[in-house]
């Protein structure tokens, strides 16, 4: 069965300063991984993927995400993190074998970007 | 392009009450999803749905939940009888699969408060 961890339930960092939020990973095949952000009663909203190719990964607002199949993680980063980037942000798996494959989220984690 | 919109946005309902929630996908999308987050745990699968079809419903937690999607447009979500533990957030997304490759996007959620 595949999974997904968050280890930290809150991140908090200075606005300006680099933001790293955790995820680790288990799925039996190859990963497809992706992170969403949920900002304050909205839905979730689609930041970034890894599919395969170039394990750093851009996404929108400036984040990206590093996929390091040797650890299994998927972390997110921010060279500079901005008061509103302040949000639930989750951490989802499938394996990328072929045909129907369920997604798996993590519990997410709130970042806190204090000014 | 106009995104999942999904109603109510919040619904308090009373134990023993019926409660139905609607989602309507982006317009084109084949796959619907349900997903359901309780209060400070991962987002969890309830059900998929391909045009009219029920591809998975291997997360729907009993048979007091029942999806529809009649015509393969939007889907409803009914809950009778509510529970207590029914309470959480109620999270919808489509996709369409390209090349292989699938991104979900989701839907503001409703938020269901069971009393």
């Known amino acids: 069965a595949q999974s997904v961890a968050q280890p930290e339930d809150q991140v908090n960092v200075a606005e300006g300063n680099p933001l790293t939020v955790k995820c680790t990973y288990s799925v039996s095949g190859n990963p497809y991984l992706f992170w969403y952000v949920q900002y304050p009663n909205r839905g979730l909203q689609f930041l970034l993927k890894?599919?395969?190719?170039?394990?750093l990964v851009k996404g929108s607002y400036g984040f990206e995400a590093e996929f390091n199949k040797s650890q299994t993680s998927f972390h997110l980063k921010k060279p500079s993190a901005l008061v509103s980037d302040s949000a639930l942000y989750f951490c989802?798996?499938?394996?990328?074998?072929?045909?129907?494959?369920?997604?798996?989220f993590g519990t997410g984690t709130k970042l806190q970007v204090i000014p | 392009e106009a995104g999942v919109t999904q109603f109510p946005s919040h619904s308090v309902i009373e134990k023993g009450q019926t409660v139905t929630l609607r989602c309507d996908p982006i317009s084109g999308h084949d796959n619907l999803y349900w997903y359901r987050r309780v209060m400070g745990k991962e987002i969890k699968f309830l059900l998929h749905?391909?045009?009219?079809?029920?591809?998975?419903e291997s997360g729907m937690p009993n048979n007091r939940f029942l999806a529809e999607r009649t015509g393969g447009t939007y889907s409803t979500l009914k809950v009778q009888p509510a529970e207590l533990e029914d309470s959480g957030v109620y999270f919808c997304a489509s996709s369409q699969v390209s090349g292989g490759q699938e991104t979900q996007y989701f839907g503001p959620g409703t938020r269901l408060l069971v009393l």
């Open positions: 989802a798996v499938r394996d990328s074998a072929g045909g129907y494959q369920k997604v798996t």
């Open positions: 749905f391909v045009k009219e079809s029920k591809q998975d």
């Open positions: 890894y599919i395969t190719g170039d394990n």
